[in-house]
């Protein structure tokens, strides 16, 4: 089975530069989460879909923030401007259910940022 | 307080020891529980669920104290190749959350 993929792999920017990222889940996968990992820190989720619905964006920074999910299956997220503290490693992940169960939870391996 | 806690570590141990990690939780609605890994510079990936039974993987041994609300990670003969970031992870159905501790750093040394 392929596995969770994203694009780029490694992005640097200045700050008040765009980005955006790219993430394919595995096939038949329901649900998409976009994650910030931080050097030395755990992933924070920013954000989860069900198929193109929004589950949870609490802690999504929607002032610089925005992530979609057209048609259910590919997802974007893109930060507008960037700020230094943007500076992390984004990991998309998919699930075949709501809240991810084990066998079915799966990340990509994640777009390295460095905003300078 | 954090809603997942683990201590930081590095723990630094010989090959061959038996080491433990804990992580703690703080709301008792969790209800399904992971241990991940995490090698340098890679995505996490699963190492096992846990269960109220407690569960066992070769060297690995994951148990859940719901009424303490904490998990471990116990593994036996340590290999080299077990150094990495283990990470603690909590679901919360109800509340479609899923948490992520910030991970113990394990060394094996020679």
């Known amino acids: 089975e392929a596995g969770v993929a994203q694009s780029p792999r490694y992005k640097i920017i200045e700050k008040r530069q765009s980005v955006a990222f790219w993430c394919n889940p595995i096939?038949?996968?329901?649900?998409l989460y976009w994650y910030q990992q931080i050097l030395g820190q755990g992933p924070k989720l920013l954000i989860q879909?069900?198929?193109?619905?929004?589950?949870?964006d609490s802690q999504l920074p929607k002032d610089r923030f925005s992530a979609e999910r057209l048609k259910g299956v590919d997802s974007t997220l893109k930060i507008q401007p960037a700020k230094l503290e943007d500076s992390a490693v984004y990991l998309c992940?998919?699930?075949?259910?709501?809240?991810?169960?084990?066998?079915?939870?799966?990340f990509g391996s994640g777009t390295r940022l460095t905003v300078v | 307080r954090k809603e997942v806690e683990q201590d930081p570590g590095p723990f630094n141990v010989p090959e061959g020891a038996t080491v433990a990690f804990n992580c703690t939780y703080s709301?008792?609605?969790?209800?399904?529980f992971f241990w991940y890994r995490q090698d340098c510079r890679k995505e996490p990936k699963l190492l096992m669920s846990?269960?109220?039974s407690g569960n066992e993987d070769g060297r690995f041994t994951a148990q859940l104290n719901r009424a303490s609300q904490y998990i471990s990670l116990l593994i036996r003969d340590s290999k080299l190749s077990d150094s990495a970031t283990y990470l603690c992870?909590?679901?919360?159905?109800?509340?479609?959350?899923?948490?992520f501790g910030s991970g113990t750093r394990l060394s094996i040394r020679p």
């Open positions: 992940a998919s699930s075949s259910s709501v809240g991810g169960q084990a066998y079915g939870y799966t």
């Open positions: 879909f069900q198929n193109n619905g929004v589950v949870d």
């Open positions: 709301n008792s609605a969790s209800q399904s």
């Open positions: 846990v269960y109220s």
């Open positions: 992870v909590v679901n919360m159905f109800r509340a479609s959350k899923i948490i």
């Open positions: 096939s038949g996968h329901a649900t």
